[in-house]
Nanobody, 127 residues
Framework: QVHLVESGGGLVQDGGSLRLSCQDSGRTFTSYAMGWFRQAPGKEREFVSTINWNGSSAEYLDSVKGRFTTSRDNEKKTVYLQMNNLNPDDPAVYYC????????????????????WGKGTLVTVSS
């Protein structure tokens, strides 16, 4: 079983940084690809990033490339999202998710392919 809890959200100024964390209290964390998604008010949930099971590779939404970095610590059963140079397009509730990739693939970009979700953490950017 996977139980995900996000933390690290908050209010930051335009251009500032935040680091989100997502910890799993289950026993099979290393089996899963992990993803970060976000949902702003009135908008659909949007893929942000995904990282493979051992953290050796990741993929990103184009608009966050070069600003956001995802990483994971399998001993701590935690995945991170370092967000730098935040701008007014980034405020949302950020969710982490865990899923098993299709055979032959390491990453998951589609929300409906993730089985487990956290409850989210709110990120707000002030101008």
């Amino acid at each position: 079983q996977v139980h995900l809890v996000e933390s690290g959200g908050g209010l930051v100024q335009d251009g500032g940084s935040l680091r989100l964390s997502c910890q799993d209290s289950g026993r099979t964390f290393t089996s899963y690809a992990m993803g970060w998604f976000r949902q702003a008010p009135g908008k659909e949930r949007e893929f942000v990033s995904t990282i493979n099971w051992n953290g050796s590779s990741a993929e990103y939404l184009d608009s966050v490339k070069g600003r956001f970095t995802t990483s994971r610590d399998n001993e701590k059963k935690t995945v991170y999202l370092q967000m730098n140079n935040l701008n007014p397009d980034d405020p949302a509730v950020y969710y982490c998710a865990a899923g098993l990739p299709t055979y032959g693939f390491e990453h998951i970009r589609r929300a409906d392919e993730y089985r487990y979700w956290g409850k989210g953490t709110l990120v707000t950017v002030s101008s």
